[in-house]
């Protein structure tokens, strides 16, 4: 299907969805989060994982914090995300507890360099949580705009899996030809696993 303005259309939905989250109650969010992180952390992908790369969550987001405290207890590497100055680019740093973040980009925890190790191309078996203001039934995703996932997943070599609330899932997303869609969508409701479209007959 040909969409005439595809920045407009996108900008809109943005706009939807972050007017969803914020008027999300508090005692909701933790309700939905709560049953997110059970769905994540009980997932035979993460339970087979070494090496979680997860973003550090902002207010409207999916809460991550608790997961990335039970990854830690759970003794796996935790990756988090660092935003290049000046590029549309970032870069992973392990982190061994909370203290290992400063406020950075956008306001965003980020990892202190001074005191994490950058992640290199070897990692092992590896699970990567996608953030989203919105997912679609296929596992594509809509993001804040700038592309920094979207440039770092064209070379990771993991499972990727989006956590999302169900009222920001659509049927269908304007994406181009090469957005990668996730592996796992998870909502409060349910665990999706999208059919790669190499895997499909």
């Not at 064209?154 to 009222?167: D, H, P």
Request: proline residues 4%; charged residues 25%.
């Amino acid at each position: 299907m040909y969409i005439k303005n595809i920045k407009e259309l996108k900008k809109n939905l943005r706009a939807r969805y972050r007017r969803y989250r914020e008027k999300m109650n508090a005692e909701q969010k933790i309700r939905l989060d709560a049953s997110i992180q059970c769905r994540l952390l009980t997932l035979e992908e993460y339970l087979h994982a070494e090496t979680l790369f997860i973003y550090v969550s902002k207010p409207i987001e999916v809460d991550t914090l608790a997961v990335i405290n039970a990854a830690l207890a759970n003794h796996k590497r935790v990756a988090v995300p660092r935003c290049v100055p000046d590029t549309f680019e970032m870069e992973f740093y392990y982190i061994t507890s909370l203290s290992d973040l400063e406020k950075g980009t956008f306001g965003v925890l980020e990892p202190i360099v001074d005191k994490c190790e950058r992640v290199g191309d070897s990692y092992g078996r590896a699970l990567c949580v996608v953030p989203g203001l919105s997912f679609d039934a296929q596992g594509y995703r809509l993001g804040y705009g700038k592309g920094y996932y979207d440039r770092y997943l064209a070379q990771f070599r993991g499972i990727t899996v989006g956590i999302c609330y169900l009222g920001c899932i659509q049927w269908n997303l304007p994406h181009g030809y090469y957005d990668r869609p996730v592996d796992i969508l998870i909502t409060e409701k349910y665990v999706r696993r999208i059919a790669r479209q190499e895997d499909t007959p």
